[in-house]
Each structure stands twice: as structure tokens, then as C-alpha cells.
């Protein structure tokens, strides 16, 4: 009957919740991707969970490369990471239109809304396991003196092994570097134990991440010739992206979500 239908059902969630809550992120890809409006074609999500006591948030929050997860919802124990691939032609798009493509721009917007959508999915699931959540922010929260996102959800899923940083905050995994990208923060234990990391090493993955990003100032980067031509708002230099220019031109396309990524020709360039 329907009450041991119900039964069954929160003994498996009891038993395994990160395979009920990845179902339930696979089922919510699924259905955003049938929605008639859904132009851009994504592939299959990847899930992976990160401490929020992993000792690397301490630096980055020093560095004022990211919020700290602990300020943004001190309940949080674990960060859920989701990144969905786009595997259509938006990148080859891009790269042959420059600025003119329009499927680009449409894959911008596609990931916004389906990370919007997933992590919708994901509190609902962490509601029914009776856990507390919180989203990690919105993809209007900018740092304009920083000229940053506030939280760095791509700093997250490198983290979390899912892919690497590139020019700009961008993002690259084995599928390229065009994707929907999202964090849930929750009081669940899903991730495993922080590892334990020497100071050399915190500070080594500082500046890796800083050399990723090729912001002028963060670090010793260098840009050639072709990266900084391929600039709108002629944000590049040799000494790398200026990034009070670059967030200016992203005003300039859209005010609300200055983000580099509805811009991405420098994506290209992984350092």
C-alpha cells in the first residue's frame, strides 16, 4: 500500500542519501533540459561534496578570493557541488562569432537557470532527508571593489576535483570550458574528512589559483598577443586581465550579472 510504499522509500534515502540526492539532481537536469525554451544542450551532472571546514576557505577568505562558507551559513558542514557540461556547439559558436554569438549568450543564461533549478532540487531532497540548507548566493552577488563574484563556486568545484581554473574566473573540465556550475551549502555530513595541509602547500594552491585566474595584480602572469586581442572591452595587457576594466565591460552587457562568462573570450587561454 502507499504507506509502505513511503516507508521503503525513506529507508532507502536513510540508507544512502547522496545516491537519493544525486537521483533526484539527474532527474532535475532531465526535466530543465525538456523545457521548450531550453535552447543550449548540457550533459550529464556531476556531483561531489566538499567540507566547508576544508582549511584552503581560511586562505582564500585572507586573500579576499572567496567568502568563507562558515560566513555565509555557520550551520553548514558540507558543500554540495554540482557542474553540468555543455556539450553543444555554444563554444565553437563562440569562437567562430566572437561577441555575435547568439549561442553563447544562450548558454550563459541556459546554466544560470539550471544551476537555479538544480539546487532547487537539491534542498528539496535535503528537506525530505531532514537536514537544513542553504544556497551559497546568487548569481547577482558581485564584490564590485573587488571586481570578484563573492563566493567562488568554480574555486569550489576545482576543490572538489570536478575540473581547473582558468583567465577571468573561468572554468575548465575534460568536456571544456563552457558549463553550469552551483553550490548548496547544508548541516549534512556528506563530504569526507578536510585533508591536513601544510602552509607551503596552502600557500602553493594560492598561487595557483591566482596564476589560473591571470588577473593583473594577483599574481607574476603574462598575456600573448592573441588572448589580448581577442578582449571587447580591451581589459587585457601584457601584465594580464584588469579586472576594474573587465567588470566594466560586463556591466556594460548585462548590469545585474557582471560575469565574465556571458563574455568568455578569454576562456579560451587556460593558463
Not at 25 to 35: D, G, I, L, S, T
Not at 263 to 268: K, Y
Request: hydrophobic content about 35%; glycine content about 8%; some cysteine.
Amino acid at each position: 500500500d502507499e504507506n509502505s510504499i513511503r516507508r521503503e522509500v525513506k529507508f532507502a534515502m536513510a540508507r544512502d542519501p547522496k545516491k537519493f540526492i544525486e537521483r533526484n539532481v539527474r532527474e532535475a537536469a532531465k526535466h530543465f533540459q525538456e523545457r521548450p525554451e531550453v535552447i543550449t544542450e548540457f550533459g550529464e551532472p556531476v556531483i561531489r561534496y566538499v567540507s566547508a571546514f576544508h582549511p584552503l576557505f581560511d586562505h582564500l577568505y585572507m586573500e579576499r578570493l572567496c567568502e568563507h562558507p562558515k560566513k555565509i551559513y555557520n550551520p553548514g558542514h558540507s558543500i554540495i557541488v554540482h557542474y553540468v557540461p555543455v556539450i553543444g556547439d555554444a563554444v565553437e559558436d563562440l569562437e567562430a562569432k566572437g561577441r555575435d554569438s547568439h549561442k553563447w549568450e544562450r548558454a550563459h543564461y541556459d546554466s544560470i537557470m539550471l544551476s537555479q533549478y538544480i539546487n532547487m532540487a537539491i534542498r528539496d531532497s535535503l528537506a525530505k532527508l531532514g537536514r537544513i540548507s542553504s544556497i551559497s548566493g546568487v548569481a547577482t552577488d558581485w564584490n564590485r571593489k573587488m571586481h570578484m563574484p563573492m563566493w567562488g563556486g568554480k574555486i569550489v568545484a576545482c576543490m572538489a576535483g570536478i575540473g581547473e581554473l582558468g583567465p577571468a574566473g573561468s572554468f575548465h573540465s575534460e568536456y571544456g570550458y563552457a558549463g553550469s556550475i552551483g553550490t548548496t551549502m547544508t548541516d549534512g555530513f556528506y563530504a569526507d574528512a578536510s585533508p591536513e595541509m601544510t602552509a607551503e602547500e596552502l600557500d602553493a594552491e594560492i598561487q595557483k589559483i591566482k596564476e589560473a585566474f591571470c588577473y593583473e595584480g594577483l599574481a607574476e602572469v603574462k598575456a600573448d598577443a592573441e588572448m589580448i586581442s581577442v578582449c571587447p572591452g580591451k581589459a587585457i595587457g601584457t601584465d594580464g586581465i584588469d579586472r576594474a576594466k573587465c567588470l566594466a565591460y560586463c556591466e556594460s552587457q548585462n548590469k545585474k550579472i557582471p560575469d565574465p562568462g556571458l563574455c568568455g573570450m578569454c576562456f579560451r587561454f587556460k593558463r
